[in-house]
């Protein structure tokens, strides 16, 4: 039984890989053209968004290793929440009430 399980399972991934290929060799030529530049401008856009995430990814990280940075950036928060008139519920979503 787990053997035909399997084998399905294999037949699944193939079908899965080879779906995007026989829709791309069936594009006509100015349609690929046009998933071309679609595509690099959405990749474009994707580097721009993770280039622009790795300072917040560095905190985070810095966040979970070093308990002194953990603690500072608490302190900020707690420090900004005092000042702003956020209401409870919300600071306690954030961690800070």
Request: no cysteine; glycine share 4%; charged share 20%.
């Amino acid at each position: 039984m787990q053997s035909q399980g399997r084998l399905s399972e294999v037949r699944l991934v193939e079908r899965l890989k080879q779906f995007p290929i026989e829709k791309w060799e069936n594009l006509t030529d100015s349609q690929r053209n046009y998933a071309k530049k679609a595509w690099g401008v959405l990749t474009y856009k994707w580097r721009w968004q993770i280039a622009l995430n790795i300072p917040y990814l560095a905190i985070f990280l810095l966040d979970r290793s070093i308990p002194a940075v953990h603690q500072f950036n608490m302190n900020l928060l707690a420090s900004i929440a005092a000042k702003l008139p956020i209401p409870s519920f919300v600071s306690s979503w954030i961690g800070v009430g």
